[in-house]
């Protein structure tokens, strides 16, 4: 049951789900582009330690390391404690992390819900509800990014998304887009239920991220990325009138992304000239359905400008 799967990069996929009679084990499969299975009939189990359930897999993988990291929740036999636990697979299902993976939050009576593992380039960033304020309602919204040996990069190694404790739930939490991650979820502080959300940089920070023109050299600091009409709310047949200024020639690369941080539409790309440069959206044209779009322009890699896009109908 409850079953993820995540793609291998390469036109193949891996899942993972649970299953058990006595008790509940997590097993994983990769099925490579032709379809063919290239782990054990059956998949493979993520840690052989008896006696405990394992249960909500999440699934993440890293094209730079070739393997498959799935997170879980760790539970003793009579499902009375419950903790985080990790492993690295390869594409064969050769176990990296021992053959009992590693231990992230040890057992303990407090829950866990909402886990959910979301890669980076450089590794995993997994987020949870945890409910260690002594009572089966409230939760505090918590997370961790491991690198791909398993070592927690953050120090302390988990960090508080929401510490305030009230009633939360439907945790969900995007990819990892402009060096962080969002994560949003139902919460009844104010006695009903009201939609939060909290960024994590890569860092560990939240909060705002620098603007990158910081990053940028000195002579960058004067692009600039304007959209015509001021974007709040523009109906999919309205074209958007883009415009760049570049203080000097450069490589610009013009893109429309979904709010899972996933490329949907090269709207510019190439050489550009000193001055000021002109694009049109027509968003019913490429097909972009009603929603939250992030319109970002990079120049040399380097991202020095985004805005928020609502279509409607």
């Not at 036999?77 to 492993?87: H, K, L, T």
Request: aromatic content about 10%; charged content about 20%.
């Amino acid at each position: 049951v409850e079953p993820d799967l995540v793609e291998d990069g390469e036109g193949g996929a891996y899942v993972g789900w649970y299953c058990g009679v006595s008790t509940l084990d997590i097993r994983v499969q990769h099925v490579d582009s032709e379809g063919n299975l290239t782990m054990a009939e059956n998949g493979v189990p993520v840690s052989t330690m008896g006696n405990r359930n394992r249960v909500a897999p999440s699934l993440a993988f890293l094209p730079s390391e070739n393997s498959l990291f799935v997170f879980w929740v760790e539970e003793n036999y009579n499902q009375s404690a419950y903790g985080v636990y990790g492993q690295r697979l390869t594409p064969d299902g050769s176990r990296l992390w021992s053959d009992t993976g590693r231990s992230y939050i040890d057992l303990s009576p407090y829950g866990i819900a909402g886990l959910s593992a979301r890669p980076d380039d450089e590794g995993i960033g997994v987020f949870f509800a945890y409910y260690d304020f002594g009572n089966a309602i409230d939760s505090r919204i918590v997370g961790m990014r491991i690198d791909p040996d398993g070592i927690p990069l953050w120090d302390p190694p988990l960090v508080d998304l929401s510490a305030l404790e009230s009633e939360k739930s439907y945790l969900a939490v995007s990819s990892c887009s402009n060096g962080q991650w969002i994560a949003v979820w139902s919460d009844y502080r104010n006695g009903n239920a009201d939609i939060y959300g909290q960024n994590v940089q890569l860092s560990g920070q939240l909060g705002p991220i620098p603007s990158a023109a910081e990053e940028l050299s000195a002579d960058w600091k004067s692009a600039k990325l304007s959209l015509r009409p001021t974007l709040v709310s523009v109906s999919r047949g309205d074209p958007l009138e883009i415009a760049v200024e570049l203080p000097e020639d450069g490589i610009l690369e013009l893109s429309l992304y979904d709010v899972a941080g996933r490329k949907v539409l090269q709207v510019g790309s190439g050489h550009f000239g000193t001055g000021r440069h002109l694009f049109s959206l027509e968003p019913q044209r490429f097909g972009l359905l009603h929603g939250v779009y992030i319109l970002r322009a990079d120049v040399a890699g380097k991202t020095m400008g985004s805005a928020r896009i609502v279509l409607t109908e």
